[in-house]
């Protein structure tokens, strides 16, 4: 059986400034300690303008720092957009791609995902591939189909579990305290996982995280089900004692 190590990935959106967000990452980075817990990967999303402060603020330490978005080419004129590359250059050795909030209010495409997430690795830098049902797609009975459409769609050509991980994010668990039940959470991860051959070289060992609503009280429940191997955090990273106890949950 493959062994997948979890991920727990903070995502921070548009919070923090320069101040809080170095305190959060120091206090996160001394819990870790310079070697990762055995069970899990800890990973934090800030805003792009302070990637490289927090990379700072988690030197030496095990905790890694990613981009929340990347513009699919490596440069050029392209205003205000930060290519995959800027975000290594200051620490980052993974981007967020696909996120709901970026699909809904920059009108992203699978296709313009699947660019991003391919410039991601060009720049030798590890992506995590967002999908995910809105609430009328579920509510008629299209989930499946829609992630099913959103993974073929948006999974760039290299892909494999080095470089790349899987983000099931039920748009309407986003921020709402709302989550899928248990048995709807395993269905779509199990679906994902048998997806992904063909569209990955190693489709048993790639990490495919649920996202949404993800908290201390819900946390161990959701990592303990099979094909769950993290959780992409929102609202409960931006407190170091809940993104704690998120991570510790995992069995
Ligand atoms: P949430 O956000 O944990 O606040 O629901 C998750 C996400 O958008 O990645």
């Known amino acids: 059986m493959t062994v997948r190590r979890y991920l727990i990935a903070g995502n921070w959106k548009m919070h923090c400034r320069q101040s809080d967000g170095a305190a959060l990452a120091a206090d996160l980075a001394a819990r870790v300690g310079p070697v990762a817990d055995p069970r899990f990967d800890l990973l934090l999303c800030p805003p792009a303008t302070i990637v490289a402060t927090i990379s700072q603020a988690v030197s030496g ?22 290519a995959a ?9 993974w981007v967020i791609v696909g996120h709901s909030e970026r699909r809904t209010n920059h009108a992203e495409s699978n296709a313009m995902v699947r660019g991003k997430a391919a410039a991601v690795l060009r720049a030798g830098l590890a992506t995590i591939v967002c999908v995910g049902e809105t609430e009328a797609e579920r509510d008629a009975g299209q989930a499946e189909q829609v992630v099913a459409a959103q993974l073929k769609g948006s999974i760039p050509d290299g892909a494999a579990a080095t470089n790349t991980v899987i983000a099931y994010e039920p748009v309407w668990a986003i921020g709402t305290g709302r989550t899928p039940t248990l048995a709807d959470i395993a269905a779509m991860h199990a679906m994902i996982r048998a997806r992904l051959s063909g569209l990955v070289a190693d489709p048993d060992a790639v990490r495919i995280l649920y996202g949404g609503s993800v908290k201390p009280s819900n946390a161990a429940e959701i990592l303990g089900l099979p094909d769950v191997d993290g959780a992409l955090v929102g609202g409960a990273s931006l407190k170091a004692d809940d993104f704690w106890a998120i991570a510790q949950a995992c069995p």
């Open 85 to 93: 590359d800027m975000l290594a250059d200051v620490g980052a050795g």
């Open 61 to 82: 330490s095990a905790v890694s720092v990613g981009g929340q978005d990347c513009h699919a080419q490596a440069q050029g004129a392209h205003t205000g957009d930060i």
